[in-house]
């Protein structure tokens, strides 16, 4: 079986370094996955990590730690915009499967 | 071309009809989903096609039949749903390796 959590709720300051963490635990992991999704809109890819370590794309950052079943995103200099549903996903080595968590709905306020 | 196209985006159906949701994708995606997602809630893998054919159905209800055409096209055949089946449809493409594209999504109402 699988069983992916995220925290439900998240509040940062606009300007701000918020960290969204994951922590998984699945069996057949082949990567992690992190989407974000605005109220009403598809999800859109952020970042993955296969290895363990710090993926960086601009503001938005993914780290991963595959013997403790744990990621985190990190996201730098928040935005208004950034303020969403954050998920994380890991696909698991058997078929495509992707199982996403539960989502942080992140709150930026000004 | 880098999109993942649904159609259509609203459909409002009565529990006796029958409807179907298409997806299209030129990206020579080998793989294609089918969510479902309810509000505030994550999505829930439904079916996985790769390369055109079904290898995951996860134990959904006969009312919800896919089909896979080509490898461009899916679709998702509805027939006697229910009120509970109300929710955001979305299609997804992906390689064998990496991420998930997912179409904009079609928003099921059943009366």
């Known amino acids: 079986g699988q069983n992916i959590d995220q925290p439900t709720e998240m509040t940062a300051t606009e300007g701000a370094i918020v960290q969204i963490n994951c922590t998984y635990q699945t069996s057949g992991f082949n990567g992690l996955f992190w989407y974000q999704q605005h109220a009403g809109e598809a999800p859109t890819f952020l970042s993955y990590?296969?290895?363990?370590g710090l993926e960086e794309k601009g503001r938005f950052s993914s780290f991963l730690s595959r013997s403790k079943g744990y990621s985190y995103l990190l996201l730098k200099e928040l935005q208004m915009k950034d303020s969403a549903s954050y998920l994380c996903a890991v696909k698991r080595n058997y078929g495509q499967n992707f199982v996403f968590g539960p989502g942080t709905r992140l709150s930026v306020l000004p | 071309d880098t999109e993942v196209t649904q159609t259509p985006k609203h459909l409002v159906m009565g529990m006796t009809n029958k409807k179907s949701l298409k997806c299209e994708q030129h990206m020579g995606h080998r793989a294609m989903y089918w969510y479902k997602q309810k509000a505030k809630k994550p999505p829930e893998l439904m079916f996985v096609y790769s390369y055109e054919k079904l290898s995951i159905n996860e134990s959904v209800p006969s009312r919800f039949s896919p089909e896979c055409p080509n490898s461009s096209l899916l679709n998702l055949h509805l027939h006697a749903l229910q009120p509970e089946d109300s929710a955001l449809y979305l299609c997804a493409s992906s390689q064998t390796t990496g991420e998930l594209f997912f179409g904009e999504g079609s928003r099921l109402t059943v009366l």
């Open positions: 990590n296969v290895l363990d």
